[in-house]
């Protein structure tokens, strides 16, 4: 007796397992492929909003859902702060997503160009060697340099892969490490560049940027997380750093 009474333990157990409710974080997924198969999640959890989870798509979007899968807000998110104000919920989360990004990508394939002495800041540049305000940041970079700035210049060609500046940007990434800086001057001043072809990060560095947020360049990723699209002359750009 006492040992069908131990089998039906098991049983009962092994029932509650097998049909236990799906959890909020199921049901968001679930609901999330009804709407598009394609659409994966990389991360969900529980938003500041009571009742309300933030996720994270692959796409690098975030949105907010309710623990059914049946309201979805798309936007910003904002807590109001007595001391603040408004504070943007949705940024602080963007904010660490792009530092956990960009940290994956290897310092090889970054063209870096080194603070002079100790250096105060980093600055992470998605660039286009045509783009006229990309052009003028550049020329900006010895002076940020001097101040103790470091900036590490990552590929966003904006007229995209297969294009005339995707080619001269990809040769530019295809050379060898102690020339890309020199190469990267001159195709920023308006010179030639000699073609090459290999398998470059251009291409993924595009995406990235796209699922950080950016649409043009320059775009500029602070070391705290912060995106701040356009050029700003040097002083102003090390205001912004709060290096004077």
């Not at 623990?67 to 660490?96: D, P």
């Not at 705290?224 to 290096?243: C, F, I, S, V, W």
């Amino acid at each position: 007796m006492r040992q069908l009474w131990a089998v039906g333990l098991v049983v009962l157990g092994i029932s509650s397992w097998t049909y236990a409710a799906p959890t909020a974080e199921d049901v968001i997924k679930q609901s999330l492929k009804k709407i598009d198969a394609r659409l994966s999640v990389v991360a969900i959890e529980p938003a500041e909003m009571e009742g309300m989870y933030a996720v994270e798509l692959n796409t690098g979007e975030l949105l907010y859902s309710d623990a059914k899968g049946e309201y979805f807000m798309l936007g910003q998110l904002f807590r109001l702060s007595e001391q603040e104000g408004f504070v943007n919920l949705t940024e602080g989360k963007r904010k660490q997503q792009r530092l956990e990004q960009i940290a994956k990508i290897e310092e090889k394939d970054m063209i870096v160009f080194p603070a002079e002495g100790t250096r105060k800041a980093t600055v992470t540049v998605f660039t286009d060697v045509d783009c006229g305000y990309c052009r003028k940041l550049h020329k900006e970079v010895p002076t940020l340099n001097k101040m103790g700035i470091q900036v590490n210049y990552l590929a966003f060609p904006r007229a995209g892969v297969g294009s005339r500046t995707f080619k001269v940007m990809e040769s530019i990434w295809c050379a060898a490490p102690d020339q890309r800086n020199a190469l990267l001057t001159q195709a920023k001043s308006g010179q030639q560049v000699e073609g090459k072809s290999c398998d470059s990060p251009v291409a993924q560095q595009m995406v990235l940027g796209q699922s950080v947020g950016v649409t043009g360049t320059p775009a500029l990723v602070f070391e705290d997380g912060t995106l701040m699209p356009g050029y700003l002359p040097a002083e102003q750009l090390a205001r912004a750093l709060k290096l004077n």
